[in-house]
């Protein structure tokens, strides 16, 4: 058993209560990597912004969980070592059950998801509820995220064809009932590099797809009735075409990709969005890097020299999110 203060970690409470009266959102960046890793807290120490470190279920079955709960630690030693100690919380994201948020808590997690929103309402309630009861009764309080409404996409173990917004008349019975820290809501944001069917989306004269505005008015709604309460926006990659476009012009095939414009982001974070979800951009950064590297320099085989290159292009990004899309620079 270890607790996450032992690592050097927080929880979100107070980071999603700065976040909301601040009007800016904590970066939420998956990680499964070293040079992901590094490259998130390079660019969080440089601009001096809290960040949640996600892992999801996938993620801790490809890196394997000691070597996760250690890479965390080194995390907050290195933020240390590059001279800023910013707050960092580790977060399970999209737990799909007790047990393994129960696991998660026991190896140092400062703060999980329970994801019961694919199930009815009631078990959803139910479930939620049960993993808040374990960790809120931590010797260090670990923080929990509940969701209401389902986004489109895939998810590790959950996927759905369809979005269903969140329903505003059930998030203060939700609330109440299950004592979450925080909500993560669905208004139109999906994961993945394809948020949009292109029959959703206009084009422009560049045959570029323009997608459908986030619904802020179901935004409103659940602000109103939980007024200040932290929000969570997963499925809020921008799908950067600079990144698409060096990818297919190295041998990918991307079709149809489409993400969430950063004036939305912009204006979703400075509401009662509080952490904001980044996974699929990170891919991107990374994947467009590799290719680049490989397709021009075909006799480079050193994997440092192979992912140094991606490394640094994520950090530029991550720093890029944190002083012009979410507002969290400066506020470590
Ligand atoms: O929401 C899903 C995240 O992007 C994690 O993706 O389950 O493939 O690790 P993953
Ligand atoms: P993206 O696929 O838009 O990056 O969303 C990531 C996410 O929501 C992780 O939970
Ligand atoms: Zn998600």
């Known amino acids: 058993m270890t607790s996450y203060t032992e690592l050097g970690l927080v929880n979100t409470k107070e980071l999603f209560k700065k976040a909301v009266s601040g009007g800016y959102a904590i970066p939420a960046y998956n990680f499964n990597n070293m040079e992901q890793l590094q490259a ?21 079955k490809y890196a394997n969980q000691n070597i996760l709960k250690n890479m965390a630690r080194g995390a907050v030693e290195y933020a ?3 001279g800023y100690d910013i707050p960092i919380a580790l977060h399970l994201d999209h737990g799909n059950s007790f047990e393994l948020c129960k696991d998660c808590i ?21 479930l939620t509820r049960r993993v808040c009861e374990f960790a ?18 895939v998810e590790d173990d959950v ?10 008349g059930e998030v203060i019975d939700f609330v109440s009932k299950t004592k979450v820290d925080s909500l993560a809501i669905s208004i139109g944001t999906s994961h993945g590099r394809t948020k949009f069917k292109p029959e959703q989306c206009t084009r422009d004269a560049n045959g570029v797809l323009i997608p459908p505005p986030l619904r802020f008015d179901i935004l409103e709604e659940i602000e109103k009735k939980i007024p200040g309460f932290p929000i969570v926006l997963h499925g809020a990659s921008s799908v950067p075409m600079e990144y698409v476009r060096m990818i297919e012009q190295f041998g990918g095939h991307l079709k149809d990709s489409v993400g969430i414009p950063e004036e939305q982001l912009r204006k979703a974070a400075k509401s009662a969005v ?11 950064a990374m994947t467009a890097l ?18 140094g290159p991606s490394r640094d292009e994520l950090k530029k990004l991550y720093m890029h999110k944190n002083l012009n899309v979410l507002g969290s620079a400066g506020q470590a």
């Not at 660019?43 to 993620?59: D, R």
């Not at 190896?107 to 959803?124: A, R, T």
């Not at 670990?142 to 409404?149: A, D, I, K, Q, R």
């Not at 996927?159 to 505003?168: D, F, I, L, Q, V």
């Open 40 to 60: 998130i807290i390079q660019a969080c120490v440089e601009t001096k912004s809290p960040v949640v470190l996600q892992v999801s279920s996938g993620a801790r």
């Open 80 to 82: 240390r070592e590059l």
């Open 106 to 126: 026991e190896s140092g997690f400062s703060s999980v998801m329970i994801d019961g929103s694919h199930l009815p309402y009631d078990e959803n309630v139910e």
């Open 136 to 153: 809120h009764s931590q010797k260090d309080y670990v923080t929990v995220e509940g969701e209401l409404g389902v986004l489109a996409g």
């Open 159 to 168: 996927s759905s064809e369809h979005t269903h917004y969140t329903e505003p």
């Open 274 to 284: 509080c952490k904001i979800n980044i996974d699929s951009d990170g891919r991107l």
């Open 290 to 307: 590799i290719r680049k590297v490989l397709a021009e320099d075909p006799e480079e085989f050193d994997p440092r020299k192979i992912l």
